[in-house]
T-cell receptor, first 116, second 113 residues
């Protein structure tokens, strides 16, 4: 596809379960970002990949959160032992080169995660 | 602590008039600022940016003003159109924050026909 694709669009899970959220970036984009947006708030940075490596994971809230990008394209955000406070929209973005001035970052539509 | 703040959760203007959206920041290390627009059920879309070496950047109907001494920036939309109705996010980055963006809470703009 032409844009950043995130699947699923919506995910409802029970407290304590494990979830995986997938992001397909724009083809050829080396930089990939994950953000989390809670209700009434702006997006909050989680992690940034440059190629296959996590260049900055300082936004991950705790060790229940983990993300991978094994081949430098698709990325998966993994959340273990989900808690109700994890409920949010998880946004993925990609850009051609990354770096500080990622004005060319394109966001996906997000995955709405609800933990019940 | 909220390093980027948008104090107005909502703004309503008439079509054709000017919309002014405001943003304040506290981190003096921020030196690059962006505005994103978000429609419901879509991801944010980049709108316009400004570096701290400038105090104004203009792109068509959109102008961003930066007042470094006040740590304040604003987005002006003129003339406003109904299609501009969306949530607008201010975001910032700095030399110590790498590629991460710090976003404000957003302002819902409604442009009435």
């Amino acid at each position: 596809g032409a844009g950043v694709s995130q699947t699923p669009s919506n995910k409802v899970t029970e407290k304590g379960k494990y979830v995986e959220l997938r992001c397909d970036p724009i083809s050829g984009h080396t930089a990939l970002y994950w953000y989390r947006q809670s209700l009434g708030q702006g997006p909050e940075f989680l992690i940034y990949f440059q190629g296959t490596g996590a260049a900055d994971d300082s936004g991950l809230p705790n060790d229940r959160f983990f993300a991978v990008r094994p081949e430098g394209s698709v990325s998966t955000l993994k959340i273990q032992r989900t808690e109700r406070g994890d409920s949010a929209v998880y946004l993925c973005a990609s850009s051609p080169t990354g770096g500080r001035y990622h004005t060319e970052a394109f966001f996906g539509q997000g995955t709405r995660l609800t933990v019940v | 602590d909220q390093q980027v703040k948008q104090n107005s959760p909502s703004l309503s203007v008439q079509e054709g008039r000017i919309s002014i959206l405001n943003c304040d920041y506290t981190n003096s290390m921020f030196d690059y600022f962006l505005w994103y627009k978000k429609y419901p059920a879509e991801g944010p879309t980049f709108l316009i940016s400004i570096s701290s070496i400038k105090d104004k950047n203009e792109d068509g109907r959109f102008t961003v003003f930066l007042n470094k001494s006040a740590k304040h920036l604003s987005l002006h939309i003129v003339p406003s159109q109904p299609g501009d109705s969306a949530v607008y996010f201010c975001a910032a980055s700095g030399s110590t924050s790498g590629s991460r963006l710090t976003f404000g809470e957003g302002t819902q703009l409604t442009v009435n026909p």
